[in-house]
């Protein structure tokens, strides 16, 4: 079944999106379960960036 846009994609609703901008805010819990995999500090803010920049409400994304 197709959404409003007529490819598959669905219309968002509100409360999809409070959740999506609800992520930052766990964003200390989600690295602290991964920060021991880094022993040195900058690799850890290097992922703790990474995933900020997963969340941040912005249009497109990559990994460069």
Do not use: C, T
């Amino acid at each position: 079944m197709h959404g409003k846009y007529g490819d598959g994609r669905k219309e968002r609703s509100p409360v999809e999106v409070e959740e999506v901008e609800a992520w930052p805010q766990g964003l200390d819990a989600a690295h602290s379960l991964i920060a021991d995999r880094f022993s040195r500090r900058k690799p850890r803010r290097r992922a703790l960036n990474y995933l900020r920049g997963l969340v941040n409400l912005v249009e497109r994304k990559n990994g460069w």
